[in-house]
């Protein structure tokens, strides 16, 4: 999902232009992007706990695609700010708040090592994929085909998913389980137990903590066209290309990861349980 979400990171200079304003005020955009971002965790992460890992993830995914068409049709600076920032909001529900739980859920605990290696390199690909993807569609067909482009994705794979992906967190399982023995014996005294998770307090810490690495990483991105496109001269789309190196090294992070979980760690694990 987040390759979709982060071909916008690439309109400033180009949706500037257009909306005639200055590229420091374009910058917002992706500033309250993941202003939202940040704060979505908090909302989707107790959700998750509270109504399984499924309704929210793809609840976030599908509204988000909408709030991406206003965006795309949108006339002035106004409209913009408020559905990036509710964009950010949203897209926040599988990366930071529930994909997670789900890899806890499903994977044992060399697995999960893996399974999550591979999941925080695709939050990396995607981010650093995103520019290089926008860019030249900016140049192809304008900016704004960036937003339906990723509302065309991200409508596509929350419907997808919904339909195909199974719900992985057992307190859900359990709490369907009790409702229908609740109806078939008409005993209202089945119940299955829930945490409350929006009154923990490391919940929300770890959240806003996980919201604020992920802000400060992808603000970091908005400095690389700055540093090749304005200062090399390098043109627009070819200044996107030096994200590449970001992509080889996290490849070969994510391999190092796997290698050491299926050799050291899984040795580790077995002698120690």
Not at 17 to 25: A, D, G, I, T
Not at 26 to 51: D, K, N, Q
Not at 110 to 129: K, L, T
Not at 247 to 260: R, W
Request: net charge positive; hydrophobic share 55%; charged share 15%.
């Amino acid at each position: 999902m987040l390759g979709p979400i982060c071909v916008t990171f690439s309109i400033a200079t180009t949706s500037s232009e257009k909306l005639r304003v200055s590229e420091e005020v374009m910058i917002l955009v992706t500033g309250l992007f993941m202003l939202g971002f940040a704060f979505g965790p908090i909302i989707f992460g107790p959700l998750s706990e509270l109504y399984g890992r499924k309704r929210p993830m793809f609840l976030g995914m599908f509204v988000f695609a909408i709030f991406h068409v206003p965006v795309a049709v949108a006339r002035n600076l106004q409209a913009i700010f408020i559905f990036r920032f509710l964009g950010g909001v949203l897209a926040s529900a599988p990366p930071l708040a529930i994909v997670s739980g789900i890899v806890t859920d499903i994977f044992e605990p060399v697995e999960r090592g893996i399974a999550i290696s591979i999941f925080a390199a695709s939050s990396f690909v995607g981010p650093v994929a995103g520019p290089i993807t926008g860019s030249f569609i900016t140049l192809l067909s304008g900016w704004r085909w960036t937003e339906y482009i990723t509302a065309t994705w991200a409508f596509a794979f929350s419907i997808i998913g919904f339909l195909t992906i199974p719900e992985t967190f057992k307190v859900t399982f359990l709490t369907q389980r009790a409702k229908c023995q609740r109806t078939k014996t008409k005993n209202w005294a089945f119940h299955a137990k829930r945490r409350r998770a929006l009154l923990e307090p490391i919940l929300l810490l770890l959240t806003l903590h996980v919201g604020f690495i992920y802000v400060f990483l992808y603000i970091c991105f908005e400095a690389y066209p700055i540093s090749f496109q304005y200062d090399r001269g390098w043109q627009e789309g070819v200044a996107a290309l030096a994200f590449v190196a970001i992509i080889c090294g996290v490849a070969v992070a994510c391999l190092i990861i796997v290698i050491f979980s299926l050799t050291r760690y899984r040795s580790i694990f077995c002698r120690t349980g």
